[in-house]
């Protein structure tokens, strides 16, 4: 069995999911931003914008700086060739790849319709409603929905029966998203927005499987059973005959990775990089650290997004970013975007304990182009943290102190 060293497997995978080349260069257009979706398979979706949207990040991660606007038509636009589903969580994926989630699709459908005391029993006609609502009128953001029972219901977190329903019939694939205006979801009947011989396509259960494996295993370009499967969400048991599949087809090859204490495989296409030259921040939600086991493993990197951890209780910061220099990530970064005050703040600033000396010399410019990326005019950076002097220092500004 091939052996694979620590440092290799960390390279193979940041390889694997784009990186390895500094960003910058040529600019940076549609072509550019569907190859990358299409290479990593999914962009993640996420609503929390105090730095910036999730699904945002990757791509700057790897390309550097783009117009945000050429990613919103890519993948929103009323022609787009990507869609949203629930492949790894909610997901921008290739339209194409629609049909490979229908098993999903269909089995949400019957564990909900199953269950005689659920949401979705015992509101048919809503959801019978919502059906004749959008063949009607054509794709409506839930908001413009009219309906007696659209009515907020308590704490903010508590969806409208309206919103409620179209989740429903999200899940069970009969609607789909036809875009998003400041994030807010447009809903469309299936019928209205994918197109017909993506609709007409079946693939059975077992061969989605496979190919969902596949893909994952290719996006990782090394892992675990569990880091593969958990790409897009699928169990361990299907998994791994889907793993064993391929392996006997020659695209998996099974391999042992220094340190870890679990069978690894390869795949065939990933490439053995050299060297990875690399300065990114990295969403809480980029394939390359969403899993923290993972992550732990390929970087020695222990993670924990603090979003909801109470204030009191934060180590690093509410949105505390993981920062990847070349192969290691060496550090975290809790930003916030301050839009009134056109002001990028560096809330606090961590230092791995295995980071080398001289890193921030190469957060520094880092966290510049970030600065241009979102179109504001200075930096700040709060004395938090122990990488927060050197980084002022770095970026030759004055610590800010904390308020």
């Not at 600019?27 to 962009?43: E, F, K, T």
């Amino acid at each position: 069995m091939m052996e694979i060293s620590a440092k290799q497997a960390r390279r193979i995978a940041l390889a694997a999911q784009g990186f390895g080349r500094p960003p910058g260069g040529a600019a940076v257009g549609i072509r550019q931003l569907g190859s990358l979706i299409d290479r990593l398979g999914l962009l993640q979706l996420d609503s929390v914008n105090v730095f910036e949207r999730s699904h945002y990040l990757p791509v700057f991660a790897r390309l550097g700086h783009y117009d945000k606007a050429d990613l919103d038509r890519l993948t929103f636009g009323r022609k787009s060739r990507y869609t949203e589903y629930w492949a790894h969580e909610a997901a921008v994926i290739p339209m194409t790849k629609r049909p490979l989630f229908q098993w999903r699709m269909d089995a949400r459908r019957a564990r909900d319709e199953a269950d005689t005391s659920g949401w979705a029993h015992a509101n048919r006609p809503m959801l019978d409603w919502l059906r004749a609502e959008l063949a009607a009128k054509g794709p409506l953001p839930a908001s413009q929905i009219e309906h007696d029972a659209n009515k907020r219901k308590g704490s903010w977190w508590e969806w409208s029966d309206v919103k409620h329903g179209l989740e429903y019939l999200f899940g069970w694939g009969e609607v789909v998203s036809d875009g998003r205006t400041r994030f807010e979801r447009t809903y469309a009947l299936a019928s209205q927005r994918v197109p017909a011989e993506v609709l007409a396509t079946t693939v059975a259960e077992a061969d989605a499987v496979r190919a969902l494996v596949a893909d994952g295993a290719r996006a990782h370009g090394i892992g675990t059973l569990g880091d593969i499967a958990d790409y897009y969400r699928i169990k361990q048991g299907p998994a791994r005959a889907a793993v064993d599949e391929l392996v006997d087809a020659g695209e998996l090859v099974p391999v042992s990775v220094e340190g870890w204490t679990q069978q690894a495989w390869l795949h065939r296409d990933a490439r053995l990089a050299r060297r990875i030259d690399a300065a990114a921040l990295l969403s809480p939600f980029d394939p390359v650290v969403w899993a923290r086991p993972r992550a732990e493993r390929l970087f020695d990197f222990h993670y924990r997004i603090e979003i909801y951890t109470p204030v009191e209780k934060r180590v690093f910061g509410y949105y505390s970013l993981p920062v990847l220099i070349d192969d290691r990530v060496v550090g975290r970064i809790d930003l916030k975007s301050d839009r009134q005050n056109r002001v990028l703040r560096v809330q606090s600033a961590w230092r791995e304990a295995s980071a080398p000396a001289g890193v921030e010399e190469r957060i520094a410019p880092l966290l510049e182009s970030t600065r241009v990326w979102q179109g504001l005019d200075a930096i700040e950076v709060v004395d938090r943290g122990n990488l927060a002097r050197d980084l002022a220092g770095a970026v030759g500004l004055p610590l800010v102190s904390p308020a």
